[in-house]
């Protein structure tokens, strides 16, 4: 197992490897019941929703171990799943079924596009300063959930988006001082702080009552019968339904765009011209557990951010990946102890990963304000607009036409070009309401 993983390259341990895979999977678990809560809204059963979320996760994070040998987990997108719940279902009125199709079309097509090298050559053409602009936006983008996790930042008003939460509360407190302990632990160097910072405040949680105790400890995974290979490709297949696929596409393709590049440039896995070597491997990952998540009966699947808690722990082999698939595995069976770890706990985690990746800051250069604005415009739209797809695409968009208006075209890659299209099409079939 060290010989496959190749541990003495990576400077790595069965057990620094081990405890990267369990922060990541407690930061990430909420996945497998906030994704079903989500897709509830579409009419799609919760038990059968939460089995085929959990399955993909199994599916795609294993196949990230073995194949990609990344510390990556793979699950069903947020974002991507309120989109289809609420936009394309609720509003447009088409069925699950046909939008689970939009899905299956999408990852075919990714497919596709990464076996014939397309995506790697697009993803070739971004400049190093946009690569290290998604690290940053999206560590804060972590460290604003995290914040909102706590309860330290809450909605505001017209005027005001967010303001301070109410500090004063037993919960908040509580999540405060565990994040406090969880840096002291940073500053030891203590192995495994972002999991024992998790562990104790979900602990006191307990002791409290503030936390209820689960109704069991093991239970029958539901059936995911009603849903599995429930797909209507002949609905999706019409021009109507065109800027659905084309908006799912898009959505896909700068999320895992943005993720793979932020966080591989956090675990140092960039080589000296800012690429990911082998990045074909982690893509076609991807696009296959987007497919295989279509016919579970879950949305696009992808590689999750969250994942940089367990790159901050330590994890840099695909043997981190594999402990997270075995736990995913293992929540089949023992889903109602997750239910005991509240977003308090697991909030502070994500603000201490937020600060960590703020360090690919440094690698922007702030002389060259043709390269400096849009990788500014990346990170604050990821943040301010919520959503990591908005501020990519108009950092492609900011980065070509700046190049081309102070006459520089010819600094421009062709996938540029490709890119910044692949944007506005993202923005004319954006669901602005």
């Given at each position: 197992m060290q010989s496959f993983f190749n541990f003495q390259a990576h400077r790595t341990s069965y057990r620094q490897e081990f405890l990267a895979g369990v922060t990541t999977f407690f930061t990430l678990s909420y996945i497998i019941i906030v994704n079903p809560a989500i897709l509830a809204a579409a009419g799609i059963p919760k038990g059968a929703s939460m089995t085929a979320t959990i399955l993909t996760a199994v599916?795609?994070?294993?196949?990230?171990?073995?194949?990609?040998?990344?510390?990556?987990?793979?699950?069903?997108?947020?974002?991507?799943?309120?989109?289809?719940?609420?936009?394309?279902?609720?509003?447009?009125?088409?069925?699950?079924?046909?939008?689970?199709a939009a899905i299956f079309?999408?990852?075919?097509?990714?497919?596709?596009?990464?076996?014939?090298?397309?995506?790697?050559?697009?993803?070739?053409?971004?400049p190093g300063s946009l690569k290290h602009s998604f690290s940053v936006g999206?560590?804060?983008?972590?460290?604003?959930?995290?914040?909102?996790?706590?309860?330290?930042?809450?909605?505001?008003?017209?005027?005001?988006?967010?303001?301070?939460?109410?500090?004063?509360k037993p919960e908040v407190l509580i999540s405060m001082g565990g994040l406090l302990v969880m840096v002291m632990l940073l500053v030891q160097r203590i192995t495994g702080a972002i999991l024992i910072g998790i562990a104790l405040i979900t602990s006191v949680f307990l002791m409290l009552g503030l936390s209820p105790l689960p109704e069991a400890i093991v239970s029958k995974p539901p059936s995911i019968a009603p849903i599995f290979m429930n797909i209507d490709v002949p609905g999706a297949l019409t021009w109507g339904f065109a800027g659905v696929i084309a908006t799912t596409l898009v959505m896909d393709f700068v999320d895992t765009m943005g993720t793979l590049f932020g966080l591989s440039s956090r675990a140092g896995l960039l080589d000296g011209e800012?690429?990911?070597?082998?990045?074909?491997?982690?893509?076609?990952?991807?696009?296959?557990?987007?497919?295989a998540a279509s016919l579970l009966g879950t949305t696009t699947a992808g590689i999750y951010i969250e994942s940089a808690a367990g790159i901050e722990q330590g994890g840099k082999t695909g043997f981190t990946a594999l402990v997270v698939a075995g736990l995913f595995l293992m929540a089949l069976f023992f889903s109602p102890l997750l239910t005991i770890v509240p977003p308090y706990a697991y909030g502070p985690a994500l603000v201490t990963v937020g600060m960590f990746m703020l360090q690919s800051?440094?690698?922007?250069?702030?002389?060259?304000?043709?390269?400096?604005?849009?990788?500014?415009?990346?990170?604050?739209?990821?943040?301010?607009?919520?959503?990591?797809?908005?501020?990519?695409?108009?950092?492609?968009?900011?980065?070509?036409?700046?190049?081309?208006?102070?006459?520089?075209?010819?600094?421009?890659?062709?996938?540029?070009w490709i890119l910044a299209l692949l944007s506005l099409?993202?923005?004319?079939?954006?669901?602005?309401?």
């Open positions: 599916f795609g994070t294993f196949l990230m171990a073995v194949y990609a040998k990344r510390p990556f987990a793979v699950a069903p997108y947020m974002g991507e799943n309120a989109f289809i719940a609420y936009t394309v279902v609720k509003t447009m009125g088409y069925s699950w079924q046909t939008a689970m079309i999408s990852g075919a097509l990714f497919t596709l596009l990464t076996l014939g090298g397309m995506r790697q050559w697009l993803a070739g053409a971004i999206i560590g804060l983008f972590l460290a604003f959930l995290g914040l909102n996790d706590m309860g330290i930042v809450a909605l505001g008003v017209p005027g005001a988006p967010v303001k301070l939460g109410n500090i004063a800012d690429n990911l070597p082998e990045i074909e491997k982690p893509m076609l990952v991807d696009a296959l557990s987007t497919v800051v440094t690698r922007l250069d702030f002389n060259d304000y043709s390269e400096l604005f849009p990788a500014f415009l990346t990170i604050v739209l990821i943040i301010f607009t919520y959503n990591i797809g908005v501020g990519i695409t108009a950092g492609f968009i900011a980065f070509t036409a700046l190049r081309s208006i102070t006459g520089r075209i010819r600094e421009v890659h062709p996938g540029m099409i993202f923005y004319f079939f954006y669901p602005y309401h």
